[in-house]
């Protein structure tokens, strides 16, 4: 059973448009959200994450809104750069002492 | 540099050819993990750790062993690889084991199984 999902494979924006990736998950329990990018032939970054207490986190031109009542997040990315074409992998925990659960990621790709 | 580090970064090997990777980190993390991507199926995780002698199995243990003798490392040991452990594996090291703390990762074993 898929607890994140990351229904869109990949995206295609134009450079200096908003980027909207969306991630849905089925376990109210989770608490914890975040965001990884990952480039070809690295490792998966740390992007950004929110908890449950909130609904928006914004740092610079990321921003996650969460929306739990549609156990629903977002990432914005405003304005997207060609360096931000990369996987993007949602992940969601249910505490400090619970797995990290990963979604299967989207690939952006940001046009110039 | 805080960094996770594993190598090899590539292999090409047989069935039945016990390997290892290593892995090693910097930050002085309790936990570690390691996972597995493969296309259209995400970050599965394989084993985790959440300190030194204290492992336990996530969601696709079947084929892996580990081994978490001292803080700073954690091996995943392949005693008998078979082609389905073809794949991208990853660890990575965090100060928890879930909440907000951000995993650390290393920059991928590309693992072939002939």
């Known amino acids: 059973d898929q607890q994140v999902k990351q229904n869109s494979p990949s995206l295609s924006v134009q450079e200096g448009r908003i980027s909207i990736l969306n991630c849905d998950y089925t376990?109210?329990?989770?608490?914890?959200f975040l965001w990884y990018k990952k480039y070809p032939a690295e490792g998966p970054t740390f992007l950004i994450s929110i908890s449950s207490i909130k609904d928006k986190n914004e740092d610079g031109r990321f921003t996650v809104f969460l929306n739990k009542s549609a156990k629903h997040l977002s990432l914005h990315i405003v304005p997207s750069q060609p360096g931000d074409s990369a996987v993007y992998f949602c992940a969601a925990s249910a505490g400090a002492n619970s797995k990290l659960t990963f979604g299967k990621g989207i690939t952006l790709s940001v046009r110039p | 540099e805080a960094q996770v580090t594993q190598n090899p970064r590539y292999l090409i090997t047989v069935t039945g050819k016990k390997l290892t990777v290593t892995c090693s980190q910097n930050m002085n993390h309790e936990y570690m993990s390691w996972y597995r991507q493969d296309p259209g199926l995400g970050l599965r995780q394989i084993y985790y750790?959440?300190?030194?002698?204290?492992?336990d199995k996530g969601d696709v243990p079947e084929g892996y062993k580990v081994s978490r003798k001292e803080k700073r490392n954690f091996p995943l040991i392949l005693e008998s690889p078979s082609p389905n452990q073809t794949s991208l594996y990853f660890c990575?090291?965090?100060?928890?084991?879930?909440?907000?703390?951000?995993?650390?990762f290393g920059d991928g074993t590309r693992l072939s199984i002939l």
């Open positions: 990575a090291s965090s100060t928890y084991r879930g909440g907000n703390q951000p995993q650390h």
């Open positions: 750790s959440m300190n030194v002698e204290v492992t």
């Open positions: 376990n109210s329990m989770f608490d914890y």
